[in-house]
């Protein structure tokens, strides 16, 4: 099993300034490269200072300068907010820049806040449309010209300047969560990125499952890979309750997303209060306690033993979500302590 990083510039109030955000995504960025990770993975988000972030292209960018080994991963770019002539020039742009060390995720989007601000107000759940059209429409600008006539974009012949490194094509990914989006990824030949969110082990078998069912209807695709994605925070085994400020700072994240999510307060200047913790009476998944044992917080020990069973299961890679609403200094040290501590148990 593999492990990546994936990170965005957090900004939590002024305090942290973005020259500051942009140099700690950088240090993190370069600890995890040293630690033997195989991706740095970076979203698209928009207006949203707790994950800054409105294109991962120009991040990706600085970091190829800034490293030599680690993959640089879109993930993912929104796929309603891109034309696909514009998404296969900037991807492949970064695939030269990085010397073919791109990694390319595409999702169908989430938050309505942005399909509001980017795309007219479509409503989120539509994106998918988008996103089935954009996957081969890019592959196929990639490698050469290409005509469009889908029902989202229409096109005269065109292709991608410049052409990416990777031949044929770097790695796409699909951020995917029902079986339909699994099955349209294994069948396109993507590579497929999960999360359980709040949920347990369960969860995760439970997307394993959904994976596996698309590769097995797929017999004529080469397998692709899984890559599952989860908030982490390694804390010392010195510090029994060194789990209880991951949990508390995680939380404050899941329910600063859910603020967002609602769409139904209006930021001040980028920045939305988390929704009140008793809105989440009721919700066990939002206890600390609950946190402590579904994201992956524990010691090195402790991590070891739960991420066995993703290896067990077949998994091929794990990413490291960094963010979690903690100061930089304490996610440094929680990264270093699972390179050191948790990578060399999986060489």
């Known amino acids: 099993m593999k492990f990546s990083l994936f990170a ?18 950088t240090e993190l960025t370069q600890i995890a490269e040293a630690g033997g990770f195989k991706t740095v993975w970076i979203g698209e988000h928009h207006s949203m200072e707790f994950v800054s972030s409105p294109s991962p292209m120009p991040q990706l960018a600085h970091l190829a300068a800034r490293t030599s080994t680690i993959r640089l991963g879109a993930g993912t770019i929104v796929a309603p907010f891109w034309h696909p002539v514009r998404a296969a ?30 795309a007219g107000g479509l409503p989120a ?18 490698q050469g010209d290409y005509a469009h006539n889908g029902d989202i974009w229409q096109f005269p012949t065109s292709t991608s300047v410049p052409k990416p490194v990777q031949q044929p094509t770097p790695p796409m990914w699909i951020a995917a969560r029902d079986p339909d989006s699994h099955d349209f990824a294994v069948a396109n030949g993507c590579n497929v990125m999960v999360t359980p969110l709040m949920k347990g082990i369960e969860e995760v078998e439970n997307l394993v499952n959904k994976f596996e069912t ?21 804390h010392s085994p010195e510090d029994p309750d060194g789990w209880r400020p ?15 999510f609602g769409n139904k307060q209006t930021p001040d200047n980028g920045f939305l209060d988390p929704s009140p913790v008793e809105k989440f ?25 739960r991420l066995r069973r ?38």
């Open 125 to 142: 759940a539509d994106g998918g449309k988008h996103l089935r059209e954009l996957v081969p429409a890019v592959r196929a600008l990639w």
């Open 246 to 260: 991951a949990a508390e700072a995680i939380q404050r994240y899941y329910r600063t997303f859910d603020a967002w």
């Open 281 to 305: 009476e009721g919700r066990p998944e939002f206890e600390l306690e609950s946190l402590h044992r579904t994201a992956m917080i524990g010691t090195p020990d402790e991590v070891v033993e």
């Open 89 to 118: 020039g900037e991807t492949a742009l970064l695939d030269v820049i990085s010397g073919g060390r791109a990694e390319i995720g595409l999702a169908r989007g989430a938050h309505q806040f942005e399909f509001d601000r980017l």
């Open 214 to 234: 698309a590769v097995g209807n797929h017999p004529e695709v080469p397998r692709p890979e899984l890559m599952v994605l989860r908030h982490t925070h390694v």
């Open 8 to 25: 965005h510039m957090e900004r939590w109030d002024e305090s942290v300034t973005p020259s500051q955000q942009f140099d700690n995504l």
């Open 310 to 347: 993703y290896a067990e299961l077949g998994i091929d890679e794990y990413s490291f979500w960094i963010d979690n609403s903690l100061p930089h200094e304490e996610k440094r040290r929680s990264l270093e302590m699972f390179t050191k501590e948790v990578v060399p148990a999986f060489q």
